[in-house]
């Protein structure tokens, strides 16, 4: 019982973990996307552009794994 228990905490974590990743990933794409395509912007992605990118994929992050934290703690 135990084991399962453990497992499924394992499973959850995990799961977690890669829909953080998800998350940084598609928040720094969208910011570079727009960046690079928004019409009166230079159209060049620069350092400021990067690291906003970065800022927004990690804000992406810890919104993703907040709202599945709560999920989680929730339906238990």
């Given at each position: 019982m135990i084991d399962r228990q453990q497992g499924r905490e394992q499973s959850?974590?995990?799961r977690r973990r890669w829909a953080g990743?998800?998350?940084f990933v598609a928040?720094?794409?969208v910011t570079l996307?727009?960046?690079a395509f928004w019409p009166g912007l230079?159209?060049?992605i620069d350092w400021g552009a990067i690291v906003v990118?970065?800022?927004v994929g990690a804000l992406a992050r810890w919104i993703c794994q907040s709202w599945m934290g709560k999920r989680?703690?929730?339906s238990e």
């Open positions: 959850g974590e995990a990743i998800a998350a928040g720094l794409v996307a727009f960046f230079p159209h060049v990118a970065v800022l989680g703690t929730g």
